[in-house]
């Protein structure tokens, strides 16, 4: 064995991951919810050593993007520091019929597998926020300018100039 190959082999690569999401959404012009219809990831993580398990944190990370997308929203008193919604009661998180349909494609085959294995871990959970909020702005005509895409903040940006 040569002595790249085997190097290769002692060594979980720590670059070269990669993905693409996008998003398919119906947003409530009159009360500014946003439901999503459908989350499609597709994911490079060189070889791939289980594919269930790889699957499975891809999946996890749009359920985490829908959620900072379009809920998690953490409220601060500006006098004392001290966070006001900090329990469930008034953290409002995704629950599944919040979600919609996630499909997951793993990037693998020749040109990927040769790579090794790269880490997963966090870069899906990056993407559903911009996919989903490129999607409301591709719906309604016009940017809601922060995270989460709350309802006041979708008629707010509607009332700013939006389709209607």
């Known amino acids: 064995m040569g002595e790249q190959a085997r190097n290769s082999e002692c060594k979980l690569n720590d670059g070269g991951v ?4 996008i998003a398919d959404v119906s947003v409530d012009t009159e ?3 946003v439901r999503i219809n459908r989350l499609v990831a ?7 050593i289980d594919l269930k398990t790889a699957e499975s944190q ?3 990370a749009l359920i985490m993007g829908v959620c900072y997308a379009l809920y998690e929203e953490k409220i601060m008193d500006n006098l ?4 006001l919604n900090a329990d469930m009661e008034f953290y409002k998180l995704a629950g599944i019929g919040d979600v919609g349909e996630l499909v997951v494609h793993m990037m693998t085959g020749p040109g990927y597998d040769d790579r090794g294995v790269i880490g997963l871990g966090e870069p899906p959970v990056i993407s ?16 809601v300018p922060t995270l989460p895409l709350t309802p006041d903040k979708v008629l707010q940006a509607l009332e700013k100039g939006g389709m209607a």
Do not use: S
Not at 18 to 21: E, I
């Open 58 to 60: 891809v999946y996890g």
């Open 18 to 21: 990669g993905g693409a999401q």
């Open 80 to 83: 004392t520091g001290r966070m």
């Open 128 to 143: 559903p926020g911009a996919a989903i909020a490129n999607a409301v702005a591709n719906a309604i005509g016009v940017r």
């Open 42 to 48: 597709a994911q490079d993580c060189g070889l791939i």
């Open 31 to 33: 009360t500014g919810i």
